[in-house]
């Protein structure tokens, strides 16, 4: 006799986060960790933002508070940039627990596409991230 087991995965449709308390406590989450880096603060022009359930993962431009272009000649990081090794990019993998999100996982200035292992290293849902 032949038994078969059929395994269904279940998961939560990815959605653009337009909801503002939602959005801003993603983004204030986000902005810890570069805002640290770089040690000033910076702002986010928003590319991809998407959540399923309790992931999110935020694809972004880094800029001033002013909105000018992010310069890193007064960061840690102003060597490299000044070789053209990073970029204005930040990608963050975020997760809620216990109501608050934290950064699980994040490339500042990346010239690369850092987060195409993040799904697996982190079991996040693979609709959170871009597909192109």
Do not use: C, N
Not at 89 to 106: C, E, H, I, N, P
Not at 111 to 116: F, I, L
Request: aromatic share 8%.
């Amino acid at each position: 006799m032949m038994i078969e087991v059929v395994l269904m995965a279940t998961s939560v449709a990815a959605i653009p986060v337009t909801d503002a308390a939602t959005r801003s406590a993603i983004l204030d989450a986000a902005r810890v960790p570069v805002t640290a880096a770089l040690r000033k603060p910076v702002k986010f022009e928003v590319s991809h933002l998407k959540r399923s359930g309790d992931w999110a993962f935020l694809l972004a431009t880094m800029v001033e508070p002013s909105g000018a272009p992010l310069d890193y000649a007064t960061t840690p990081m102003a060597a490299p940039a000044a070789q053209g090794y990073m970029s204005r990019s930040y990608m963050a993998l975020l997760r809620q627990q216990a109501g608050r999100w934290t950064v699980v996982d994040k490339a500042i200035g990346p010239s690369d596409v850092p987060w195409v292992l993040w799904a697996k290293r982190h079991g996040a849902p693979l609709e959170i991230f871009p597909t192109q």
